[in-house]
């Protein structure tokens, strides 16, 4: 792992060597600016680093920078791969914060956090004043429906004398979290954490000053038990031992970056007072330690669904033992805290007309709000978007192939600059984009078989085009130009799977409208959140018709939306409060019950624009 | 150990091999007249055994027993040791059962356990209905207010599958405790638990018939770091770990007769679901981990007052592990749950008049109560009564000569039967009162010491007192009638500490009777609680003024009150709610601020009728 931080902010971030400067800035929540999805082809997400760091061999997007800027050390974040600790200039700060600002209005939140600080100078007991030590503190503060806590009175005493009786206590509403000895009011920190299925992302906050400190990704370990939510289900369905054994690894996994995060940050655990964790229903239940068997076969039903808030200790999360862990509300089996976190960070309730926001990953969530109303859905969007599912799928890592263009022959870009391993999601919709638009493949997504049609396309082409005993193939690399030394190759069933996923997530966004009773010209913006819609070329999406046909400056990649809106509960009591209102509110639709989910799903998947 | 049964009711206790059958009865709660006090002299306490268990040479109480009687097994439960599993029939339980509701009023709670329990036949779910399993579980409940409980909600899934949706949740107010397969509504337990410096006494209750199934005492393992408070409260002052130390100890023993209770009557653990705890301030804080290293030096500060309730696996007492443990309130540090467990088992609030109530032990905690208010003092009484700082002193074990007569010369009793090895706390009180009455001692207490006041003595007692290096002494058992082979004596010394502590307690009696504005007419009656009040011969106490001067009927025994308290708030929320109002109620005296307490202590210390 190695560091990257940006300037200005000093805001840090932990990245696996390799990584783009880009994918850093994304992993750290500072908002970079970015046309092309990281293609190299726009040339706005410009930073300076030390020139001295600078890779002469390598092309840090020459098209884009002026000499004088390169010597400088002006690179393209999406362009540099980072291999050891680096310090990033942000160009266009100012800019891509008001963007994001307006966007996820996470500057906007009036700081209200639900942990609250009160210094104390009590007067020391005598014999006339033989009030107990808990009574004496609760006295003093400003709520007396302070609920006793064993493990705060146990060590009072010691507190009070050591102190002389001038202590700090940390209250998050009528409990208490923390008795400090002296006056420890300017430190309140929290954190927001995301649980993705694949990555664990934790902010390091100070709720005073409303800002990131730092924050860290991590690969959640549950990983050892499968890649998709249904492997890891399956595991915890074997008895209570394998549930811990979940639950401990993701703990594990958060605990790690927790003291990375202390370390750099110069904060002890013990002033962690608040974590604030969104994740998908299945992570919700899993990081609880709560048995998700019946997630998984229909009718998929979580144990629960309303905010849930416990000690630290029960879990085991490494931030002060009293501290309070909150998980946001779940709407239902497939559509998690972590979409309750994107209704928060968009202000779902305050934009005007219709929004749809959809987060794509292994299960494609789905938002349609307007009118006051918040329609939600998932769809087995599936993997195919993550890479599995797919011959030479991967998941967005160095060699992915993520971008592909076709003219006369094919160009493949892979993540950081190497030779091609296989294809990641973006790569995917590219590659399928281009092949429908070149005439690779049909509308109905089939490759094209008559010689009619084969001898339209340009022969470097064609020759890519072949049959094998499991059916028709398009070579997208030749061997020779590869890491792994076979021909990368996009399968007919691999273009299947694309259109499955595509389609199911276009019938989902087509039953929402028609729930709502809108058509496709109400349609004020389309969010897309998650890492995904940050990568992705939009152009491709509404190319092979995965995003509904609206003008592109509708559609908008908003990052990781889930893990803003956790950051914004832990700052704000008031966005606390809207989340579990917009859980409440929010109509799921269960997309299997419905007669016209089928039905739109096969209109869904033709590769014609609608 | 050895288990004694009592019949009718079956109720079973382990008591140390050659215990008395009186002190299982008063171990297992089981009432039992004695008027003597376990003297053998009034033949009050006849109980039936099997007549082949009976020593023939052993004096079962002849005086008061016809052959025919003793042919079929009665014997005097004072006279007869037990050493090997025992089943006793009482003679007078309705009688003696009586007595005791009439004085504890135990059988007079209307049983209204805080614990209840719900079936609930549950829908299934289905695709239109996704509802959560929590909370399909809280809407067939009577509250909705119910709080979510992580470790409950953990394995909900598997619980509602396995029993088909048929299940019994168990409930205390607004919190679930357990939810079980089937229809489990018929069994209810909970447990009473008198934690006592020196032994820790528990009960396991059938919530639903009111009873004691079986009952066990342990010696508080924590004696291993002292016989008195203040060397555990030393010792917990060292440090956390010596804290959770002296914690694990007296949790350690509790678990150990837990497991022995629910095997002898085939309750499971799990099936526990509520304990109630009383102790004195002290083992309160101990209990719980709360360092109570301000509770030994004045201004003698506890950390907390309050009822309160946390769960079991917080504490690791081996019950349910998310049932309820509930501590009663304490009234001050030095004035613990215990007392207030004696409030609510005489019912405090309904005694006609004025009541005084006197729980003699390493402290003397007193109550005065009338006209709707509690007075509660507690006094240095010292380890005198329990025989500690007197030289031959020793716990009310076998051996301890409990009972002395002085006529001619002198004879003594000792528990079981033995030859004397020491002196236990009600010995020491007949004696001193036998020795002022024959006028071995003055009235001041000193032992006489001028030649005309000798040889009014007879012979026999002459010989006795005697003068060493460290003071006068007189001889209450010679060399060859002991165990020990030698003398055992009282000195001056120990008939001085006796003084003190009786003293104390008087003058505490006093102060409470002057802020009341009573006299000792307007007292209707004296309690005394504790295994120690079951003990001592009311004569004596008179005779040397540990008690106020009053007709013999208006003093009574009343056992194990503080016990009994735990049982009735155990059996009922009424009780429960009462325990606060009691401790809320109390006005403490802090008997070291009061300008007259020293006055009446030495007005108190004489041995003369007052």
Same mark, same amino acid.
């Given at each position: %792992? ?19 400067? %880009?994918?850093?800035?994304? /992993? ?9 999805? =990281? ?22 997007? @020459?098209?884009?920078?002026? +000499?004088?800027?390169?010597?400088? $050390? ?6 540099? /791969? &980072? ?36 210094? *104390? ?7 006339? +004043? ?14 007396? @429906? ?27 509403? +009528? ?48 990983? /050892? ?26 703990? $594990? ?10 370390? @750099? ?7 962690? !007072?608040?974590?604030?964790?969104? $994740? ?13 068997? !019946? ?38 089996? !497939? ?25 794509? #990953? ?28 797919? @011959? !030479?799928?991967?998941? /967005? ?29 973006? =790569? ?48 997208? &690399? ?19 799977? %694309? ?59 908003? #990052? ?30 269960? *997309? ?19």
């Amino acid at each position: %792992m190695v560091q990257v931080t940006f300037l200005p902010g000093h805001t840090k971030v932990e990245v696996s060597k390799g990584s783009t400067i %880009m994918q850093a800035a994304i /992993a750290a929540g500072v908002p970079l600016e970015s046309a092309c999805g =990281g293609r190299g082809t726009c040339g706005k997400c410009k930073v300076q680093i030390d020139p001295e760091k600078v890779d002469p061999t390598q092309d840090v997007g @020459k098209k884009f920078l002026s +000499d004088a800027e390169r010597e400088v $050390g002006w690179v393209l974040a999406c362009r540099v /791969a &980072v291999d050891k600790d680096l310090t990033v200039k942000l160009s266009e700060y100012k800019d891509a914060h008001q963007r994001k600002t307006q966007l996820n209005q996470l500057t906007d939140v009036e700081l209200a956090p639900g942990i609250q600080k009160h210094f *104390l100078q009590l007067t020391r007991p005598t014999v006339e +004043d033989q009030t107990p030590d808990w009574d004496r503190l609760v006295a003093a503060l400003p709520s007396q @429906k302070i609920s006793f806590n064993r493990s705060i009175a146990a060590q009072l005493p010691q507190v009070l004398h050591q102190a002389n009786f001038q202590v700090t206590a940390v209250l998050d509403g +009528d409990k208490i979290l923390s008795v400090e000895p002296g006056d420890t009011t300017l430190r309140n920190y929290g954190l927001a954490i995301d649980i993705g299925t694949t990555t664990t992302v934790v902010y390091l906050m100070d709720l005073l000053q409303g800002k990131v400190l730092a924050s860290g990704a991590v690969t959640n370990p549950q990983r /050892a038990y499968g890649a998709d939510v249904i492997s890891r289900i399956t595991h915890a369905a074997q008895g209570p031992e394998q549930l811990q054994e979940l639950q401990e690894l993701v703990i $594990g996994g958060l605990n790690e970056i927790i003291v990375e995060l202390c370390a @750099k940050s110069d904060v002890s655990k013990e002033e962690i !007072y608040q974590a604030v964790v969104v $994740g998908n229903t299945t992570m919700s239940h899993l990081f609880l330690g709560i048995d998700p068997t !019946y997630l998984a076969p229909a009718p998929f039903i979580p144990v629960f669904r309303q905010e849930i808030e416990v000690e630290a200790r029960e879990l085991g999360l490494g931030i002060l033992r009293t501290g309070h862990v909150v998980l946001l509300p779940n709407v239902a089996g !497939y559509v998690g805290a972590d979409t309750v976190g994107v209704m928060v960070a968009v202000k779902v309730d305050q934009l005007p007309g219709y929004t749809l926001a959809i987060d794509i #990953g292994t299960n494609g969530e789905i938002i349609l709000a307007g009118e006051k109303r918040i329609l939600t859905c998932s769809t087995a969007a599936g993997p195919a978007f993550e890479g599995a599912e797919i @011959k !030479y799928g991967m998941r /967005a890592a160095d060699g992915a192939i993520e971008r592909v263009t076709i003219q006369d022959d094919v160009e493949c870009v892979a993540i950081g600059g190497t030779k091609p391993i296989g294809i990641c999601g973006s =790569g995917l919709i590219d590659a399928i984009a281009q092949m429908a638009e070149s005439g690779v493949i049909y509308a109905s997504g089939r490759i094209v078989n008559s010689q009619v049609d084969l001898d339209k396309l340009p022969p470097s082409l064609q020759q890519r085009i072949r049959r094998t005993t499991e059916g028709s193939e398009f070579v997208l &690399v030749w061997a020779k130009e590869t890491e792994i030394g076979e021909d990368i190759v996009l399968t007919q069933k691999d273009i299947r799977e %694309m259109q499955l996923a595509k389609g199911a997530i276009r019938a989902g966004v087509s039953i929402l409208m028609k729930e709502m009773g809108i058509g496709l010209e109400q349609l004020d913006r389309v969010l897309l959140a998650g890492a995904f819609g940050n990568y992705i070329s939009k152009d491709s999406a509404l190319g092979i018709g995965l995003l509904p046909d609206l003008p592109l400056e509708k559609i908008t990649a908003i #990052g990781n939306a889930a893990g803003d809106g956790a950051k914004m509960v832990l700052l704000s009591q008031v966005e606390r409060i809207k989340a579990t209102e917009f859980a409440n509110l929010a109509e799921h639709l269960e *997309l299997s019950t419905r007669m016209d989910f089928q039905e739109e799903f096969i209109d869904a998947l033709s590769f014609e624009h609608q």
